[in-house]
Structures are given as structure tokens and as C-alpha cells.
């Protein structure tokens, strides 16, 4: 009763608690082991670290509440972005074990930063409160921007690494300036009472600079226009599972503060900034892949378009928004992850085949290895069948039942545009000649363990949606509910 922390606020961090101390293992053994046996022996703890963290997620999810005076708050929303970027990181650590073999890099703080940056991820969709957020925005955001220059010998690597850390910092000194207008408007920085503040007939004028600056910080973690000059750069240098891991857990984290801020805390102001940066990233992110030769470039661009496709659910009503929302951030996080993972495997020592032309002939090359990636990429057109179909309609879904005709037609349109330069790598993998004999290596457990996991995922979206999207309906109910009645509500991840 001192107002010291009880048991049931240490279980509501319990995934990052997990995290932590699996990250704090993997580093202390490090020295202790050579470079080849560091390879699977830290990968699998770290292996085992992610999977404990997704049990520890699910279990919190029977013990929903607040937790350290009001700063964390556990629900269906949060347990379900907990699951998803734990998820996440176990698929990456799978699809890490070849690539630091074959690359020659050494594995320890690279597996203990990938934990160490999704405790900050995992910590960012429970947070109710704005200086925490920051915290963790800013734990994940260190750990992204060492594993960016992980290819020590490359001089890309080094380059994205910096880009990302300097632009980065810049677009996070944003996001702490807004929190700290927030404050100055509404006299808290906790999202249940800044709520109420600006529910208020009368909004200050400052909560709207407030909002616009925290946009920006968040707008730079899911690469959305006009905040994503940085993400062909960093995603070309990038080792490609470390890309696949960038361009989806930290997004996901990102889009969950963002709709805890716009929907939960009720922000002004929100709906034109939204609808701007949905049109321009469609429109930018898929015109900019058109022209693109290198393939990690190329869905960097999509990356961005992607960003642009989720944003829209963001402009609905947060009745079905918020639902179209989650259901978009699982689908292509499987999707991208595991199409990652194939370019990971493909681009062999020093990543070196990663153009369009490399890909040449791979579907007589390597036929498992060629139908895995297009189905990733099919996924990623929306065909339907697949997790990217169902991810557009309910977020166009969302957009026609809040009147937002013109935002839906742009969409579409954008999608009809990124069809082209998806169907452009199948055709060059089933329809031309390779020009020079590449050499494809047999696909290995942990790898092969990944694309299953990603291939399952998007197939299962594609075919049985239902329960996903009903989890998701409810935890978005939770999240629109009063604090009060929050506390008390729980959903059933095993419904």
C-alpha cells in the first residue's frame, strides 16, 4: 500500500522483462564463445528469448489493466502488437542464422540488440503515457540504428547507419517537442487525461502545433511522406533480414502510439494531416518503385506506399479504422518479412545479387525459392487469396463507410500502379534468361523455418481472416472505452 509497484505490474511488463533479460544473456555469453559456434548457439537463445516473450504475451493478456501509476496499460490492443512484433523478431532471428554465417559477421550484439530494440517496441503499444513513449520510441530506435551498419566492411552500411541515426534523432527531437506543447496544453502528458482535456468545447491552439510536431516523429518511424527521404538509402545498406525486421516491428510499434493518439486521445486537427501524407506516400512510394533496378530499393519504395495504404484506415472512423489498421500492419509484416527473407538468402556473400537482373531465370534455378517470393509479392499486389488482399479491402472498406471517396479512388489507383513493378520481378524470375550463372544454395531449417511461418501467415490472412479481424474488432473497442471500464475488459486471444 506504500505506492510501491505490486506483482500484477511487473506481469504487464512481462514480455519485456523476458526480452531484457534474454538480450542481457546473449551479450554475457558472447566472449565466451567463438565466431562459429556464437552463430546458432546465441541465436538460438536469443531464438528461444523472442518465443518465451510471445507466450508471456499471451498469458498477460488474462491480467489486462494499468500498471506503475497509470504509465502502462495492458489490453487486447496492446497484446495483440506485443504478439505481432515478437513474432517478428523470432522469424528474423530464424532468417539471421545463414546470413551471418555467410556474410562472416560476428553474432552476438546483433541478436542482443534485435531483443533489446523489440522490448522498446513492445513497450511503445502499452504505454499510455507520452514521456514513456518517447523512452521507448527511443530504445527501439537505437538498436535499429547500430543493426543498420551491421555490414561493418561495406561502405553502404556504414552510410545507412548514419543517415538513419542523424535523420532519425532529428525527426525524435520533433516528437519531444510535441509531447512537450501537449503538456503545456493540456497540464499531462498521460494519453487517459490529456483525452478529456481536448474533448473540451474549446481546443487550445497550441494542442494542434502539438499533434502536427508528434506526427512528424512517428511519420519518420513508418516512413511516410513527406518523412521519408531516408528509407531507400538505409534499406539498400541494411543487411536485408535486419530490413525486413526495420521495415515492419518498428512500424508496427509507431502505428500503434499513432493510433493511441489520434483515436484513444481524441487529437485535433488529425484528419488533414493524415489524409495529406496517405495521398503523397501512395503516390510517391509507388512512382519512385517503378524506376528502381535494385530490389532492396524497390520495396523500400513500396515500403512507403504501403505506409500510405495503412494511413487511409487511419482517416476513418475509429469505429472500423482502428480494426483495418491492425489487420494491415499483420498482413504486411508477414509478407515483407518473409520477402526479406528469400533476398536475404538469394543475394549471397556481401549481398551481391540484388538487382532485378540477378533474379533472372530463378524460377528454373531455384522453383521453391521463386514460388515462395511470389506469393510474398502477390500478397503485396492484394490478389486475392492472400493476407495483402484482405488488408486493402477492409482499409478501403474503412475509408467508403466514413465518406472518403476520394481517398478510396486514389488507393485503388495506386494499387492498379504497383501491380507493375510486382508482376515486373516475377516475369524477369519465370520468362528470362540469366545472364550468368548465379549460384543458389538449398534453403536451410532456420530459413525454411521462416518462410513457412511468413507463407502460413499470409495464406491463413488470405483464406480465414475472420478470427484475426474479430480480435482485432475488439481490441479497438477496448481501446475507445474509458479508462475505467478499459481496466476491467479483457479479449480472449484464443477465441
Known amino acids: 500500500m506504500s505506492g510501491l509497484p505490486q506483482t500484477a505490474d511487473y506481469v504487464r511488463i512481462l514480455p519485456e522483462l523476458v526480452l531484457s533479460i534474454f538480450g542481457i544473456v546473449v551479450m554475457l555469453l558472447e566472449p565466451l564463445f567463438d565466431e562459429r559456434r556464437s552463430q546458432r548457439t546465441l541465436g538460438s537463445i536469443a531464438l528461444i528469448g523472442s518465443l518465451v516473450a510471445i507466450m508471456a504475451s499471451v498469458f498477460q493478456a488474462q491480467n489486462p489493466g494499468f500498471a506503475f501509476w497509470n504509465m502502462v496499460r495492458v489490453d487486447g490492443f496492446s497484446v495483440f502488437f506485443?504478439?505481432?512484433?515478437?513474432t517478428i523478431a523470432a522469424v528474423v532471428i530464424l532468417t539471421s542464422y545463414e546470413y551471418m554465417s555467410v556474410q562472416r559477421i560476428r553474432a552476438g550484439e546483433y541478436y542482443g540488440l534485435i531483443l533489446f530494440g523489440t522490448v522498446g517496441m513492445c513497450l511503445m503499444s502499452s504505454a499510455v503515457e507520452l514521456v514513456l513513449i518517447f523512452i521507448a520510441l527511443e530504445i527501439s530506435s537505437i538498436s535499429t540504428y547500430i543493426l543498420a551498419g551491421f555490414r561493418r566492411r561495406e561502405a553502404a552500411s556504414s552510410e545507412a547507419s548514419l543517415k538513419y541515426f542523424l535523420l532519425g534523432s532529428f525527426a525524435t527531437a520533433?516528437?519531444?517537442y510535441g509531447v512537450a506543447l501537449m503538456f503545456g496544453a493540456t497540464g499531462s502528458t498521460?494519453?487517459?487525461?490529456?483525452s478529456p482535456a481536448l474533448e473540451q468545447s474549446t481546443v487550445p491552439p497550441l494542442a494542434y502545433l502539438a499533434v502536427a510536431l508528434m506526427f512528424v516523429g512517428l511519420g519518420f518511424k513508418v516512413a511516410s511522406a513527406p518523412f521519408h527521404i531516408w528509407t531507400p538509402d538505409v534499406y539498400e545498406g541494411a543487411p536485408a533480414p535486419i530490413v525486413g525486421f526495420m521495415s515492419t516491428a518498428p512500424k508496427a510499434a509507431a502505428f500503434a502510439v499513432l493510433l493511441r493518439i489520434l483515436f484513444e486521445a481524441n487529437a485535433p486537427g488529425r484528419f488533414w494531416l493524415i489524409w495529406f501524407s496517405a495521398v503523397l506516400s501512395m503516390c510517391l512510394g509507388n512512382l519512385g518503385a517503378l524506376v528502381q533496378t535494385n530490389v532492396k530499393r524497390l520495396l523500400a519504395y513500396s515500403s512507403i506506399a504501403h505506409a500510405g495504404y495503412l494511413l487511409v484506415a487511419f482517416a476513418a472512423a475509429p469505429e472500423v479504422g482502428v480494426s483495418a489498421a491492425m489487420f494491415y500492419t499483420a498482413a504486411y509484416a508477414a509478407m515483407n518479412v518473409g520477402a526479406f527473407a528469400v533476398i536475404s538468402h538469394f543475394a549471397n556473400a556481401g549481398e551481391k545479387y540484388v538487382t532485378l537482373d540477378d533474379y533472372a531465370g530463378?524460377?528454373?534455378?531455384s522453383p521453391v525459392l521463386a514460388a515462395t517470393l511470389t506469393i510474398f509479392l502477390l500478397s503485396l499486389i492484394g490478389i486475392p487469396a492472400t493476407g495483402g488482399f484482405f488488408a486493402k479491402f477492409y482499409v478501403f472498406s474503412a475509408a467508403l463507410k466514413a465518406d472518403l471517396v476520394?481517398?478510396?479512388?486514389?488507393?485503388?489507383?495506386?494499387?492498379?500502379?504497383?501491380a507493375y513493378y510486382y508482376l515486373r520481378i516475377i516475369v524477369v524470375m519465370y520468362m528470362r534468361e540469366s545472364r550468368e550463372e548465379i549460384p543458389v544454395r538449398g534453403i536451410p531449417l532456420?530459413?525454411?523455418t521462416a518462410l513457412v511461418v511468413s507463407l502460413a501467415?499470409?495464406?491463413y490472412l488470405g483464406v480465414l481472416p475472420g478470427r484475426v479481424l474479430d480480435y482485432a474488432l475488439a481490441s479497438a473497442n477496448q481501446l475507445m472505452q474509458t479508462p475505467a471500464s478499459a481496466?476491467?475488459?479483457t479479449v480472449n486471444p484464443g477465441r
Request: glycine residues 12%; charged residues 10%; without cysteine.
Open 446 to 448: 532456420g530459413l525454411g
Open 362 to 365: 530463378l524460377g528454373r534455378r
Open 487 to 489: 481496466a476491467a475488459a
Open 82 to 86: 506485443h504478439v505481432l512484433v515478437t
Open 457 to 459: 501467415a499470409t495464406i
Open 190 to 194: 498521460n494519453i487517459d487525461k490529456i
Open 406 to 418: 476520394g481517398l478510396t479512388i486514389i488507393g485503388v489507383i495506386n494499387s492498379a500502379v504497383a
Open 174 to 176: 520533433f516528437f519531444l
